[in-house]
Structures are given as structure tokens and as C-alpha cells.
């Protein structure tokens, strides 16, 4: 059984930092480039950022670019997402997700096979 557990939300003031993990189990995890979504309220589910297999190559939406970091640990099955700079627009529920394949890539809707339950994220201004 799959099982992708995020862990670190909270609130934090804007400015500030958070760093997510995404534990991993039940997957051969280096078979999988790992994804990071996030939804806010009455809003649509939208991509944050992903890492390739090996950790050699991220993607990242121009809206979290140079604020957020993607790093994943293949040894330990885990994936981290450190948050700097927070803003109020952060604020929703971030999903890790497990992409089938060694890359990310945003044309295949049915790449994500697996997705956590989320982890909410609250910046207040």
C-alpha cells in the first residue's frame, strides 16, 4: 500500500519560513520524479514544484520561484520543500504527489499516480 505523509504546516507570519516533508512508503521511490501542489481556497488545485528522480533537475512555478526549494532524499524516501519568504498568496493546502517517471512533465495529466492527504499552510499578513 502507497502511502505519501506530508508534515509541517503551520501558520507563520508573512515573511517567514516553513519546511515541508513528504515521507514515502510502499513505492520504489526512485521510480518517481516527486511533486508538489498546493490549493488554496475556492481555487484550483495548482503546481508548486518538482524534482527528478535522481534530485538533478527541480521545476518550479514562477510564483514560488527563488522562495521555495525542492529536495528530495532517496536513501530515507523523502521529499522536503523549504518555504522562505512567505507571503498571504501562500496560504493553502500543500499536496505531495509521486509522478510516474524519471521527470516532470506537465503534459501528462496521468503522471501522478499518488497523492498525501495534504498539509495546511497558513500565512497571515
Known amino acids: 500500500q502507497v502511502q505519501l505523509v506530508e508534515s509541517g504546516g503551520g501558520l507563520v507570519q508573512a515573511g517567514g519560513s516553513l519546511r515541508l516533508s513528504c515521507a514515502a512508503s510502499?513505492?520504489?521511490?526512485?521510480?518517481?520524479?516527486m511533486v508538489w501542489f498546493r490549493q488554496a481556497p475556492e481555487k484550483e488545485r495548482e503546481f508548486v514544484a518538482a524534482?527528478?528522480?535522481?534530485?538533478?533537475?527541480?521545476y518550479y512555478a514562477d510564483s514560488v520561484k527563488g522562495r521555495f526549494t525542492i529536495t528530495r532524499d532517496n536513501a530515507k524516501n523523502m521529499m522536503s520543500l523549504q518555504m522562505n519568504s512567505l507571503k498571504p498568496e501562500d496560504t493553502a493546502v500543500y499536496y505531495c504527489?509521486?509522478?510516474?517517471?524519471?521527470?516532470?512533465?506537465?503534459?501528462?495529466?496521468?503522471?501522478?499516480?499518488?497523492w498525501g492527504i495534504g498539509t495546511l499552510v497558513t500565512v497571515s499578513s
Open positions: 504527489s509521486a509522478f510516474l517517471g524519471a521527470v516532470w512533465d506537465s503534459r501528462d495529466p496521468n503522471g501522478v499516480k499518488y
Open positions: 524534482i527528478s528522480w535522481s534530485g538533478s533537475r527541480t
Open positions: 510502499g513505492l520504489t521511490f526512485s521510480n518517481y520524479a
